[in-house]
C-alpha cells in the first residue's frame, strides 16, 4: 500500500468522527480550550488504537490465509463502504445534540467511530504492511483523525448536517475503491 492509499484509508476512516464532531459543533459552539483538545486527542488516539489492535489480529492469522487475504481485505473495505453509503441514505433524524465534553459520551462516540479502523488494520495486515511501516501507518490514521475532528467541531455551526450525510457516502465509495485496487492488484488485473 502506498502513502497515498494510507492517506485515503485514513481520510475515508475519519468520515464518521468528522460527521460526529459536526454535529456537536453545530449544538455546542464554545468548547474551552482542554475540553476541545481531550476531544480531538480522544478520537485520534482510539481510531490509531484500534487500527493496531486490527493490524496485530490480522498479522496472527495471516500465514493460514495467505493464499485468499486479498479477497478478505477486499470484502471487509466493500463491506465498510456500503455499510457508510447506506447510513448516509438513512432518513434517521440526525439533529440530536452529542456532547462530546462528557467524558461519557465522549468515549462512546470515539469507539462506535473507530470500530471499523479495527478492518482496517485488519486489511493493513493483508496487504503486507510491515511491522517497521504500521506504527507510521497509525500515526498518520491517529493525526488525520485529529484533524478531521478539529475541523468538524470549528466548522460544525458554520458547514451544517447536510455535509456530514455526504462525507459518510464519500469515505464508503473511498473504501470500496481502495477495495477494488487491492484486489485487482492481487489479481493483476491491471497488468
Known amino acids: ?9 485514513a481520510v475515508s476512516l ?9 454535529s456537536s459543533g453545530i449544538c455546542l459552539p464554545q468548547i474551552p480550550r482542554l475540553n476541545f483538545a481531550k476531544i480531538v486527542f480522544t478520537f485520534g488516539f482510539i481510531q490509531a488504537l484500534f487500527t493496531l489492535a486490527g493490524w496485530i489480529a490480522g498479522r496472527s492469522f495471516l500465514q493460514l490465509i495467505s493464499s485468499f487475504d486479498h479477497w478478505i481485505a477486499f470484502l471487509l473495505l466493500l463491506y465498510l463502504g456500503v455499510k457508510m453509503i447506506r447510513e448516509s ?9 452529542i456532547d462530546l ?3 461519557r459520551v465522549l468515549l462512546g462516540s470515539a469507539v ?10 485488519v486489511t493493513l495486515a493483508f496487504v503486507g504492511i510491515s ?11 491517529g493525526v488525520i483523525t485529529i484533524l478531521s475532528a478539529t475541523i468538524g467541531i470549528k466548522w460544525g455551526r458554520r458547514i451544517g448536517n447536510k455535509i456530514g450525510k ?10 470500496i475503491l481502495l477495495g477494488l485496487k487491492i484486489l485487482a492488484d492481487h489479481l493483476d488485473f491491471l497488468y
Do not use: H, P, W, Y
Request: net charge negative; charged share 15%; glycine share 8%.
Open 166 to 175: 455526504r462525507s459518510e457516502m464519500a469515505g464508503g465509495v473511498i473504501l
Open 112 to 121: 462506535a467511530t473507530s470500530i471499523d479502523a479495527v478492518a482496517a488494520g
Open 131 to 141: 511491522q517497521a511501516k504500521i506504527f507510521g501507518g497509525v500515526i498518520t490514521i
Open 89 to 97: 441514505l438513512s432518513s434517521k433524524d440526525s439533529d440530536v445534540c
Open 14 to 22: 475519519c468520515f464518521d468522527t468528522f460527521a460526529v464532531c459536526i
Open 101 to 103: 465534553r462528557n467524558t
Open 1 to 9: 500500500m502506498t502513502f497515498a492509499e494510507l492517506i485515503l484509508l
